[in-house]
């Protein structure tokens, strides 16, 4: 069995919770469960992802010198 190394701060999240922080529905991260964009994490009969898994789907702008 191997052991994750998460962020002590990292925490999982539902479908419901999960769209909400990302601004989808909750059948937009079921989907992309199903066909691999997210990672998720079976606890019995429940579907999780990590925070992080759904942080690292938001762009982040570079930081650069206005012109």
Same mark, same amino acid.
């Given at each position: 069995?191997? @052991? +994750?190394?998460? %962020? @002590?701060?990292?925490? +999982? ?9 990302? *601004?989808?529905?909750? $059948?937009?991260?079921? &989907? &992309? &469960? @199903?066909? *691999?964009? +997210?990672?998720?994490?079976? /606890? *019995?009969? +429940? @579907?999780?992802? &990590?925070? $992080?898994?759904?942080?690292?789907? /938001? ?5 650069? %010198?206005?012109?």
């Amino acid at each position: 069995m191997r @052991t +994750l190394q998460r %962020p @002590t701060a990292d925490r +999982l999240h539902d479908a419901e919770s999960a769209g909400e922080l990302l *601004g989808v529905r909750p $059948s937009t991260i079921r &989907w &992309w &469960w @199903t066909i *691999g964009k +997210l990672h998720r994490v079976k /606890i *019995g009969r +429940l @579907t999780r992802v &990590w925070e $992080s898994e759904l942080l690292a789907l /938001i762009p982040h702008e570079e930081k650069g %010198p206005k012109q």
